[in-house]
């Protein structure tokens, strides 16, 4: 079974720091680019991040550009967002999602259940 | 930044009946949109890709339609199970996605 499982939300303050991962299975990881995809509460989905499948291509929301990194771990199968200088709106359910073909950019066929991250000031 | 923009906010809608669901890119596209189905507590669902491909086992009465800037997603014969909220997404720049549309019943 194809699965996605995130960890590492949590309460943090204004400023601080967090680093969600994301546990994948049931796939090739290393074959396919992943993304991070967040929704702030009674509002849409907003693209976050994306990782190329070797990791050396990277892209960011014009949001969270020069604060977020994203990486990955092929041999462990996991991937990351490291999250600096975080803000009271950045407070979201964060969700990793597989590509369906595992593109660049792609529609998005697998997600985790979400990892909640609020920003306390 | 492509801004995708959903129309209605809230479709009302009884069961059996048909809906239908508008999504607009503020630039053109291609043919890459999808459309997702969300239910409370879950993640979303993959329903269609590539503007009109249904995904591994989303029914026939889901289907989608358009080009360049405006793109429909239809249900032919609303069922209780469908009743949530419907999110399109461009992946052709970067990827975004629209504000939702919320099929209630009527």
């Known amino acids: 079974e194809v699965q996605l499982v995130e960890s590492g939300g949590g309460l943090e303050q204004r400023g601080g720091s967090l680093r969600l991962s994301c546990a994948a299975s049931?796939?090739?990881?290393?074959?396919?680019?992943m993304s991070w995809v967040r929704q702030v509460p009674g509002k849409g989905l907003e693209g976050v991040a994306i990782i190329g499948a070797s990791g050396g291509t990277t892209d960011y929301a014009d949001s969270v550009k020069g604060r977020f990194t994203i990486s990955r771990d092929n041999s462990k199968n996991i991937l990351y967002l490291q999250m600096n200088s975080l803000r009271a709106e950045d407070r979201a359910i964060y969700y990793c999602?597989?590509?369906?073909?595992?593109?660049?950019?792609?529609?998005?066929?697998?997600w985790g259940q979400g990892t909640v991250v609020t920003v306390s000031s | 930044e492509v801004v995708m923009t959903q129309s209605p906010v809230t479709l009302s809608v009884s069961p059996g009946e048909r809906a239908t669901l508008s999504c607009r890119a503020s630039?053109?596209?291609?043919?890459?949109i999808a459309w997702y189905q969300r239910k409370p507590g879950q993640a979303p669902r993959l329903l269609i890709y590539?503007?009109?491909t249904r995904a591994t086992g989303i029914p026939a009465r889901f289907s989608g339609s358009g080009s360049g800037t405006e793109f429909t997603l239809t249900i032919s014969s609303l069922q209780s199970e469908d009743f949530a909220v419907y999110y399109c997404?461009?992946?052709?720049?970067?990827?975004?996605f629209g504000g939702g549309t919320r099929v209630e019943i009527k």
């Open positions: 630039q053109g596209v291609s043919s890459n």
């Open positions: 590539g503007v009109s």
């Open positions: 999602a597989k590509p369906l073909r595992g593109l660049f950019t792609d529609a998005f066929d697998i």
């Open positions: 997404q461009q992946y052709n720049s970067w990827f975004s």
């Open positions: 049931g796939f090739t990881f290393s074959s396919y680019a």
